[in-house]
């Protein structure tokens, strides 16, 4: 496995979860990072990126401000901090791995298998 996403589960509106996705250190270094989510009937989203070096990120409209996207090069990790979640939070959250950076799923090369995250109201 490649990319493997954790940490999803159910919590209320207004609470707070934080996903880790660890990838293998063959993909790891030198490739940007990024977070998507697909809710029911939907299309898949992007969430957030944050650069290989960790320097940049880039957000969702949707979720700017909530979400909080970074990386620890020394565990080959990277992390969505979602607080002040939302029921249209709900989702399907993946995370993904590239060489070129963007917003859009055709840039990245990785994926993980998906972890659920529900927002009740």
């Known amino acids: 496995v490649q990319l493997q996403a954790f940490g999803g589960g159910m919590v209320q509106a207004g609470g707070s979860l934080r996903l880790p996705c660890a990838a293998s250190?063959?993909?790891?270094?030198?490739?940007?990072m990024g977070w998507f989510r697909q809710a029911p009937g939907k299309e898949r989203d992007f969430v957030a990126y944050?650069?290989?070096?960790?320097?940049?990120?880039y957000y969702a409209d949707s979720v700017k401000g909530r979400f909080t996207i970074s990386r620890d090069n020394a565990k080959n990790t990277v992390y969505l901090q979602m607080n002040n979640l939302k029921p249209e939070d709900t989702a399907v959250y993946y995370c993904?791995?590239?060489?070129?950076?963007?917003?859009?799923?055709?840039?990245?090369?990785?994926w993980g298998q998906g972890t659920l995250v529900t927002v009740s109201s």
């Open positions: 993904a791995a590239g060489r070129v950076l963007g917003a859009t799923a055709s840039r990245y090369d990785y």
């Open positions: 250190a063959r993909i790891y270094s030198s490739v940007h």
């Open positions: 944050i650069t290989w070096s960790g320097r940049s990120t």
